[in-house]
C-alpha cells in the first residue's frame, strides 16, 4: 500500500491542474475565434479516433491541449495519452493514461447551446478504478470541477464536503435525473425504466457535465441511455465518487472496471446513495 500511495504522489508531483487549467483557458481563445454556429459547424474532412466527424474546433481545441502535455512531458512527466481525436499518443509510459475529451458536448458548442467542457482524467492503470486526477471546465457557465483520489471533490476551488441529500417525490421517485445519450431510439427503450425512477428528466448533452450536477446534487441521479467511452466520463466519475457519490459502468465486470479506452463499453450512472444507484442501473438501453 505505501508503494502504491509513493507512485500516486510522485505522478501527481506533476502541476496536472495548472496544465488543465491553461488548456481551458486556451479552449476559451479558440471558441472565442469561432463565435458563432455558422463558423462552429466546420468540419476538418476527417474523423477522430472516437468516430465522430472532427469540426475545426475540436482540432483546434485539442492543439490547446497538446500543447500543454508536451510542455508537462518536457518537464519530466511520463504517459500516454488516450484522446477523442488523435487516439493513442505516446509520451513515454504506457501505464499512465492521460485521458482526454478537448469538447464534451460539441454538437453543443457547434450550436451555440450553453454546456460543453473540458474533461482531462489522470490514471495509474487501465480502467476507471485508476482514475487519481480529475478535471472537468464547463465553457458556459465557466464552472471548474476536479478531484484527486482520497483527497475530495471541488467547485471553483469550494470544496464539495457535504453536497446536499438526494430529492424524493412523495410517490418515492427520484426528483429530477439527468440523461444522456439521448438518441430518441434510447429514450424510446428506456422510457419505462425512467417512469418507474425518476418524475422529470434533464439532458444537458454532455456526460461529463451531467456527471458533475451529480456531485452538487443539482440532479438526483443520471444515466447514459446507451454505451459511453471513456473520454467522456473518465474525469468527471471521479468527481462524483470523491463528492461522496457513487457511480457504476453497467455490463462492466465490476463497477469501475469499463477500460480506459476509445471504445464505447458500458453506460454510466450515478447518484448520491446506493440505492438510487441501484434503481437508475436499471435505465440504460443496450437495445440497437
Known amino acids: ?10 505522478l501527481l508531483s506533476h502541476d ?16 472565442a475565434e469561432y463565435p458563432t454556429s455558422r463558423e462552429r459547424v466546420t468540419e476538418t474532412g476527417d474523423r477522430g479516433q472516437g468516430g465522430d466527424r472532427t469540426l475545426v474546433i475540436d482540432a483546434a481545441a485539442e492543439d490547446a491541449v497538446f500543447a500543454e502535455l508536451r510542455a508537462l512531458h518536457e518537464a519530466g512527466a511520463r504517459f500516454t495519452a488516450v484522446s477523442e481525436e488523435r487516439g493513442i499518443v505516446d509520451f513515454g509510459d504506457p501505464g499512465v493514461l492521460v485521458v482526454i475529451d478537448p469538447i464534451d458536448g460539441s454538437l453543443n458548442a457547434k450550436r451555440g447551446l450553453t454546456h460543453h467542457a473540458l474533461s482531462i482524467a489522470v490514471a495509474e492503470g487501465p480502467t476507471m ?9 464547463d465553457l458556459g457557465p465557466r464552472e471548474e470541477w476536479r478531484a484527486v483520489r482520497g483527497e475530495g471533490a471541488f467547485l471553483n476551488d469550494a470544496r464539495l464536503d457535504d453536497p446536499l441529500p438526494e430529492r424524493r417525490r412523495r410517490d418515492g421517485r427520484l426528483e429530477v435525473v439527468a ?3 439521448a438518441d430518441p431510439r434510447w429514450l424510446d427503450a428506456s422510457s ?18 451531467s456527471l458533475c450536477q451529480v456531485a452538487a446534487t443539482r440532479v ?16 468527471a466519475q471521479l468527481v462524483v465518487r470523491e463528492s461522496g457519490g457513487v457511480v457504476a459502468f453497467t ?25 438510487a444507484l441501484d434503481e437508475l442501473a436499471t435505465v440504460p438501453s443496450t437495445e440497437s
Request: glycine letters at 10%.
Open 129 to 137: 478504478a485508476d482514475v487519481v486526477f480529475g478535471y472537468v471546465y
Open 192 to 209: 419505462a425504466a425512467l417512469v418507474k425512477v425518476t418524475g422529470r428528466v434533464r439532458a444537458i448533452g454532455s456526460i461529463a457535465i
Open 16 to 31: 496536472w491542474l495548472g496544465a488543465c487549467r491553461r488548456a481551458a483557458e486556451g479552449l476559451v481563445t479558440v471558441l
Open 220 to 235: 438526483d441521479g443520471m444515466a447514459t441511455l446507451w454505451k459511453c467511452r471513456s473520454v467522456d466520463a473518465a474525469a
Open 179 to 181: 440523461v444522456e445519450s
Open 1 to 10: 500500500m505505501a508503494a502504491a500511495s509513493e507512485a500516486r504522489d510522485g
Open 251 to 275: 455490463g462492466a465486470d465490476d463497477p469501475l472496471g469499463a477500460p480506459l479506452d476509445l471504445e464505447p463499453r458500458c453506460p454510466v450512472v450515478a447518484a448520491r446513495t446506493p440505492e
